[in-house]
């Protein structure tokens, strides 16, 4: 007879800040949660440098350096790591179904923390300057660029939310669109417009990045489509505003999802499958912050916990 598979009480996908946030909750309130860490372990802060913003660290502290930290907390509590990438999911009816390759997991509930990944310009040299003058959130980073030059990249709300919001700290900011109008919502554009810190360069594309590690960025070459004429700005960073790709694909046709791909979540985290939750990146295309993504990772291992309490005895799969 065939050993009766282990069913575990909460499988998280993603170890991002709330992948490994709701495995600390849920490691110290139950027994041993399983985390699968995904494509990019540790998520999007594993390329950032200094994080300034994180509640506890008054003097900063870097990205990877964070995640290892919050990865060793989690299993100081009792969390149990699976290196690997989810390939399918099933989620009709409980215990779920995870497969990472061939191996099959099962589980109560399930935290889904798969993040998001920002859209890029495909440039060549656009990641060896990530975090060194290349960056895709202004919240995090406009501290940086106090009196200096910055250029912005998209025509959309994100994009002038984050032109204005640089304005508070840069001493000018180059807003380049591909379009010669923008597609932002008519209060953000007037804003934008409004503000005398900020230019635009319109119909153009940013086909080049000027730097290198040790410098940063010194600079961007922009191309007019219209005219082919190509021109060297110089400027201390680059802010690519055109959006992110939210890390749903696993999910289609089980949970819903908005016109973007993002999950939709009803009270707190809860999806449309009861005993599925979703936090972080992967259901907020708003914030997008560190502590935000924790906050939520909070939430769904408590109301993953709320939930197993009202289950009966586990069943077979």
């Known amino acids: 007879?065939?050993?009766?598979?282990?069913?575990?009480?909460?499988?998280?996908?993603?170890?991002g800040p709330a992948g490994l946030t709701a495995a600390i909750y849920a490691a110290r309130s139950r027994c041993c949660p399983l985390l699968i860490h995904g494509g990019q372990p540790g998520g999007q802060l594993t390329t950032t440098?200094?994080?300034?913003?994180?509640?506890?660290?008054?003097?900063?502290?870097?990205?990877?350096q964070l995640m290892k930290e919050m990865e060793e907390q989690a299993r100081r509590?009792?969390?149990?790591?699976?290196?690997?990438?989810?390939?399918?999911?099933?989620?009709?009816?409980?215990p779920f179904k995870v497969w990472v390759d061939k191996e099959k997991f099962f589980c109560q509930?399930?935290?889904?923390?798969?993040?998001?990944?920002?859209?890029?310009?495909?440039?060549?040299?656009?990641?060896?300057?990530?975090?060194?003058?290349v960056s895709v959130c202004a919240t995090c980073?406009?501290?940086?660029?106090?009196?200096?030059?910055?250029?912005?990249?998209?025509?959309?709300?994100?994009?002038?939310?984050?032109?204005?919001?640089?304005?508070?700290?840069?001493?000018?900011?180059?807003?380049?669109?591909?379009r010669d109008t923008l597609r932002a919502t008519l209060p953000l554009q007037e804003l934008a417009r409004r503000n005398p810190k900020i230019t635009f360069r319109w119909n153009a594309l940013v086909e080049a990045i000027l730097g290198d590690?040790?410098?940063?960025?010194?600079?961007?070459?922009?191309?007019?489509?219209?005219?082919?004429?190509?021109?060297?700005?110089?400027?201390d960073g680059l802010f690519i505003a055109i959006g992110h790709t939210p890390n749903t694909s696993l999910f289609a046709g089980q949970l819903d999802m908005d016109s973007e791909g993002?999950?939709?979540?009803?009270?707190?985290?809860?999806?449309?499958?009861?005993?599925?939750?979703?936090?972080?990146?992967?259901?907020?295309?708003?914030f997008r912050q560190a502590i935000t993504a924790a906050g939520s990772g909070c939430m769904a291992a408590l109301q993953a916990e709320r939930y197993l309490e009202t289950l009966p005895q586990e069943e077979s799969p």
């Not at 007879?1 to 170890?15: D, F, Q, R, V, W």
């Not at 440098?49 to 990877?64: A, H, K, L």
């Not at 509590?77 to 409980?94: D, N």
């Not at 030059?149 to 669109?177: I, K, N, P, S, Y």
Request: proline share 4%.
């Open 213 to 235: 590690r040790e410098q940063g960025v010194q600079g961007v070459r922009i191309r007019d489509r219209e005219s082919g004429a190509t021109e060297e700005l110089a400027c």
């Open 262 to 286: 993002y999950l939709v979540t009803g009270k707190g985290t809860e999806t449309n499958v009861p005993g599925v939750f979703a936090a972080g990146d992967v259901q907020d295309p708003d």
């Open 1 to 15: 007879m065939p050993a009766k598979p282990e069913i575990h009480e909460t499988i998280i996908l993603g170890s």
């Open 141 to 178: 980073d406009a501290f940086f660029y106090r009196d200096k030059e910055v250029v912005v990249v998209g025509g959309g709300d994100t994009a002038m939310e984050e032109a204005v919001f640089l304005t508070r700290f840069a001493r000018q900011v180059t807003v380049v669109h591909r």
């Open 109 to 133: 509930t399930l935290i889904v923390a798969t993040g998001a990944v920002p859209k890029m310009l495909g440039l060549a040299n656009e990641w060896e300057l990530y975090g060194r003058g």
């Open 77 to 94: 509590f009792g969390t149990r790591f699976v290196e690997g990438i989810v390939t399918r999911v099933e989620l009709k009816k409980a």
């Open 49 to 64: 440098t200094v994080i300034d913003n994180f509640p506890g660290f008054s003097q900063g502290i870097d990205g990877p």
